[in-house]
């Protein structure tokens, strides 16, 4: 799965879903190795998140908007997984 974002950087990703049940909050699965605080940097007050299952382009997308607010990430893993929550303001 590709994820952009509107700052205009992509990702490969595990999965992403959102809105959690009763909340305002969005949760991705990026598969990046970097440090958390560049991919934070890159990630937080982006005002929309695309994702494409797809690598073409034209596949259908699914569209976040207004998850602005960077809530949580963690990583570590040796795969270069990273964990991170988005939510609304």
Known sequence: MKVTTS????????WAHGPLRGTQQMMMELID???????????????????????KAGEPETVYT???????????????????TLARE
């Open 66 to 84: 207004g998850y602005t607010r960077l809530a949580a990430i963690s990583g570590g893993s040796e795969e270069g997984r990273t964990l991170i």
């Open 33 to 55: 190795g970097r440090r958390l605080s560049e991919i934070a940097a890159e990630i937080e007050e982006c005002s929309e998140i695309r994702t494409r299952k797809g690598e």
């Open 7 to 14: 700052k205009g950087h992509e990702y490969e990703a595990a």
